[in-house]
């Protein structure tokens, strides 16, 4: 991006490029359109997944759908307001007035499920030997990547039954969006891995394949974390022998139902610069994996009541309301700062926005405005599910939800 | 001799992502190497926050100037790499430097790290605590305060406990000498966790989670800074007027018109709309101030800085820390 800036800069007055115009997102289609199955919200940490991924729930119960949203980690607020006050790992019904279809949300138990698979896979009794493994407790409740993918076993255990139209899932507050895609496939990669099995191989095959290099490293091993740790890993791979061939396809099979028609990513981001980076490479991987992408909903967004003056013009008019004194004088002008500040504010979200679509352009946009206060109840979820589904052209400024100022006249 | 300086010499400051906690570390560094005492500023997410702070090329992994302050202070940075780290546990503890980088060669360093996540965290918290315990021939601390730009809210407490992470994995042996050692420290009047927060829902209900949690596995707790504060723009009667009953265009129109702008149409209505937004988001501010103040911890507002944030910036915020330092010192 730098370098065509400064290619540019070399050139006398080079003709200014048209503003990049972003494709309009009609969300109302896509969670309303019977053959979406899946959608997953996915983005930086903190950009409003989870509420999107609620709101989205709400509109497509309000069309008519029977809708599961699957959430990882709720804001306890938002988490009450929809009744999730247990961790209980079962869709719960949320009541909603008025609404045709259904709305039902689950929070993920992360250990809950792993342990759930490791009881179908295998005899009572070496299941009871795997789940009293000290090693497997901390592989089950805070191995990086478990969350990940025990939200995507749980999003395939959903889809496979037909109580559900639709699911829509939220992915893990990890720190890199991309870490949804990689972990199911780290995670069979490690319990696969060279260095797991020969690490263990001297209490399964003997010391014939360990080299006298391994053995030095696994002394190492043990020095660090101490002894007890190797032969808890030792016996809970062996325990887990039998299984293995089970989760490595469960892995494979989950990753490819998010590349089958009816499965849906959306991307959320907010109009600041780390978290429409985090989109833009999200973006790009989902387009290397061939993974489809309905659009990015850019949340948070700071449009302006009026854009009939500019910011310039607000803060000039805002000196002459107050030179001109009077009764309301102070207030107004304190009005026009107020308006100055957001149109300013609305500037730089939009100039985000307009780079955004300069390197992504087939990707449509939908804007949500933020609201004075967080999300935390059925009303504040259906005023934004109005933002997410109505239509692009429909709002108060005339200006397209694609956008958070109008495209610039020429 | 300072009349009565204070104890704590290890700050480690957190808040929840996109509060500024990076920002608030780097300038309570500043503000604690003001007339000549030396500071390090610790980076533990491997994230380069701190070079891009202060416009510098990324930190490696050793203590590098990053800044001077008067009086001849100086802060020096330091981005702490876990592999790096654990090759120098393995030196200092089994002279197993050479031997270290072959295991990195094979992925063993990678793994073991991956095996036993709560192992990241000793080797970073022992790293901290090297450098606030490290000490010159004389006997006075090499560096006056450590500052650590710590994980966030979510995970400061199962970061900075580090016993209680590796109890589950290791009863015996070296790591848990090690991680013993650090809790020591970190458990000590020496350090302080600083909560870094803005008037919004969320982060002020995670500093107060964080409170709780910190409290309760007994880590001492610092100061709370509420970060980018801002003033409202609006005379006060009027801002609990409009906050309370909303204002109309009628509030506005007359003022609009002696400046000449009766004749864009719908003004009037759509700032009073956005003044009215500006006073009830300021009075839901209020209410969280009095929250953040119901928490009982020290409290410091830091403003919202038009622009970026450079050095100036960076001193101009640190000026603020120093005086809530002093008067923590007097109180």
Redo the contacts between chains.
Sequence with gaps: MTRTTARTRRQPRPPAPPAPEALPFELAELVTDPGTRIVVCCGA??VGKTTTSAALGLAAAQAGRTVVVLTIDP???LAQSLGLVELDNEPRRIDVPGAPGELHAMMLDMKRTFDDIVVAHSTPERAQQILDN??Y???SS???GTQEYMAMEKLGQLRAGDRWDLVIVDTP?S?SALDFLDAPNRMSR?LD?T??RLLTAPSRTGFRIASA?FL??SR??S???????LRD?SAFVSALDTMFGGFRERATATYELLRRPGTWFVVVATPEPDALREASYFVDRLSTERMPLAGLVLNRTHP???T??SATRADG?AE??LE????????????????A??MALATREQHLADRFTSAHPEVAVRTVPAT???V?DLDGLRVMADALIGPDGDTP?GVPRRRILPARRR | MDPAPSPVRCHVVTG???TGKTTVAAALALALAADGRQVLLVET?GRQGIAQLFDTPPLPYEERRVAVTRGGGEVKALAIDVEEA?LEY?EMF?N?RR?GR??RR???VD??T??????RDVLLTGKVKEAVTRRRPDGRPVHDAVVVDAPPT?RITRFLNVTGEMA?????????TQSDGVMAVLRSPQTAVHLVTLL???PV?ETADAIAELTSVGLPLGSVVVNMATEP???EP?LVRAAEDG?AGA??A???A????QD????AD??????T??A??WA?QDELRDEVEALGRPTLELPLLPGPIDLGALFELAGRLEEHLRAGVAA
Excluded: C, N, W
């Design positions: 940490g903190g804001a306890r607020r000290p090693f407790q901390t592989l805070s191995f990086a507050p720190r490690f891995g260095m797991i290099g030095f490293f190492i091993i020095k660090i974390l101490g002894g007890q740790l890993i302006p009541t009026t009939a003056l008019a002459e309301v001109a004194g009077g009764e309301g004088a102070e207030l107004a002008a304190g009005a026009l700062r107020v308006h500040e957001r004075a206060g967080d935390h400024t | 929840k992502g996109g997410e654990l393995l089994y197993l031997a072959a295991l094979v992925g063993a793994f073991a991956t095996i036993a996540p709560g192992l979510g589950g994995l290791t009863r015996s042996g070296p790591i848990k919004e829902d969320m209900q723009a609006l005379p009027e204002l509030d506005l007359a003022a609009l002696a400046a000449g702008l864009v149409p719908g003004l759509a700032l009073a709309a956005a003044a937004e500006h009830r988001r839901a």
